[in-house]
């Protein structure tokens, strides 16, 4: 699919148009004309998202109306509490109650203790550098569609005061443009 970038191409496909209307309509009328070969604005954004909420083991994320997901990299901090059991942190990709993708850190972490969490994407494997550094791979080329969820939790769900914060990047695509229909 060729791509529009220059001002004076776009410039030059208005004016071929020979339009007697207002500004307003020329996207309607272009959408005709130009869109079968370039989707006008179909620009993924990269959106950070994050939650500092405290006093919870387990966030959930959910992929907006009209949008489409693929998930970049995102950090967790684990703070645990005094309660004694051995947690391990996982990264979910849900549909409602199915569970659709799932990876753990290949360590646990225990009580009274924080830890950093790194999920990636690649196609490698978990792997842990020190004791308090997990490495949690997340498939490369993973799409999730509009109200599909992204979840970070203790999968053994010790304590539910327990602290997890997130950070995350997506790419993120509007599915409500023609190309996706």
């Not at 272009?30 to 620009?43: E, F, S, W």
């Amino acid at each position: 699919m060729a791509k529009i970038e220059k001002r004076e191409v776009i410039q030059k496909l208005i004016d071929g148009l020979n339009l007697d209307v207002g500004i307003e309509q020329i996207p309607l009328l272009l959408d005709k004309t130009v869109r079968p070969v370039y989707v006008i604005n179909d620009i993924p954004q990269i959106r950070f998202i994050q939650d500092n909420v405290t006093g919870d083991n387990s966030k959930d994320f959910t992929v907006p109306a009209g949008k489409m997901w693929r998930f970049l990299y995102g950090y967790a901090e684990f703070v645990s509490t005094a309660t004694v059991g051995n947690r391990r942190i996982q990264i979910q990709f849900r549909d409602g109650t199915n569970l659709l993708w799932n990876s753990v850190a290949l360590n646990v972490q225990t009580n009274n203790s924080t830890e950093a969490y790194h999920f990636h994407s690649s196609q490698g494997d978990n792997s842990e550098n020190t004791a308090i550094r997990h490495f949690i791979a997340v498939p490369e080329r993973a799409w999730l569609e509009e109200n599909q969820v992204i979840r970070f939790q203790d999968s053994a769900s010790i304590d539910a005061t327990d602290d997890i914060k997130i950070r995350f990047f997506v790419e993120e695509h509007d599915r409500t443009l023609k190309r996706f229909k």
